[in-house]
């Protein structure tokens, strides 16, 4: 309101923020991300946790306030954030394929394909790691239509995922892309992984039976093409 500048505010907010602890601690933190404000972002990140770190990077995707630009700049600064590793670590096998990424959250959140492959670049082993939903990075991305430079990248870093059905739904990467308005590129790509897709019935609907008229018809050749 008094028209400080960015840098007043970040000196003031993390003076602050250095200062609390527990509640108050979240309370400045999330005061900081509403503001939307790269220099104070990056301010307070610097003097954060490594969970901490991760845990902003996480809210600020998720807050619909927070620009693309200052995911990137923090993630620029702070690439580790992009995975809690010393979280990681302490997880069992198990444990280690669940709980949301931020690039689970950046997908679903319908970031720009810039923050998304940002976050992939930063940690691709996110690519075999599922959402709260089932949901592997793959699944979302051609559900939420992202181009083939994210779809494929993220095939090619772990290309078992087009073998991987969705928890949640049962469906294969395949089933989505019949369903959506993918490439010929990727579609070829994805049977390529797994031809046997083709042929999977998922509550008794095939890859085929999914088919829209969004998908271009090049696309339409290969899910539909004699056996």
Known sequence: QKGYSDTILAELLA??????????????????????????????????????RYNMLC??????????????????????????IALEFK??????????????????NKHSEEVVLALFDAYNNASQKESV?????????IKSE????????????????????????????????????????LVECLIAEYPEALHIAVNNLTPRNLVTAALPMESIKLICRPS
């Open 15 to 52: 003076a602050v923020f250095n200062r609390t602890q527990g509640k108050s601690r979240d309370e400045a933190l999330s005061i900081i991300i509403q503001g939307n404000m790269e220099q104070v972002v990056l301010k307070a990140a610097a003097i954060l946790s490594d969970h901490e």
């Open 91 to 108: 997880r069992s096998k198990e444990e280690m394929t669940k709980g949301e990424l931020p690039l689970h959250k950046a997908i679903r």
């Open 146 to 185: 992202y181009s083939d430079q994210v779809a494929l990248k993220i095939l090619s870093a772990y290309p078992c995922a087009a073998m991987i059905p969705c928890k949640l739904s049962g469906k294969l990467p395949l089933h989505f892309a019949a369903a959506s308005s993918a490439s010929a590129r």
């Open 133 to 141: 939903d089932g949901e592997l990075p793959l699944h979302q991305a």
């Open 59 to 84: 809210n600020i995707i998720e807050n619909t306030k927070c620009t693309d630009a200052v995911v990137l700049s923090l993630l620029s600064a702070h690439p580790e954030a992009a995975c809690n």
